[in-house]
Nanobody, 117 residues
Framework: QVQLVESGGDLVQPGGSLRLSCAAS????????MRWYRQAPGNERDFVAS???????NLADSVKGRFTITRDNAKNTVFLQMNSLKPEDTAVYYC???????????WGQGTQVTVSS
């Protein structure tokens, strides 16, 4: 059974930083496509960042230069380091794992990030 457990969400002031964690079980992060998405109230769930099994990363244009996605293979955990946070970054952040054989998509329960003064 696959479980993705996000943590690290909080209330932070504009310009602040947060690090989100996604602890995985039942799936190996180093051999999966791991992604972060976010969803603000009334909006669709949007792509934020991804890291492939090879370690290649991709970021949405809106977060380039501010966010970084990394992973710790030993802990089977993926991280999203968020710097220079803006009010428009406020959303529920979801961890996603995409695996092959057969193709399956898994989601965590989400963690709330609120950027406000």
């Amino acid at each position: 059974q696959v479980q993705l457990v996000e943590s690290g969400g909080d209330l932070v002031q504009p310009g602040g930083s947060l690090r989100l964690s996604c602890a995985a079980s039942g799936v190996t992060v180093s051999s999966s496509l791991m992604r972060w998405y976010r969803q603000a109230p009334g909006n669709e769930r949007d792509f934020v960042a991804s890291i492939t099994g090879y370690g290649n990363t991709n970021l949405a244009d809106s977060v380039k230069g501010r966010f970084t996605i990394t992973r710790d293979n030993a802990k089977n955990t993926v991280f999203l380091q968020m710097n220079s946070l803006k009010p428009e970054d406020t959303a529920v952040y979801y961890c996603n794992a995409f695996v092959l054989g057969p193709a399956m998509n898994y989601w965590g329960q989400g963690t709330q990030v609120t950027v406000s003064s």
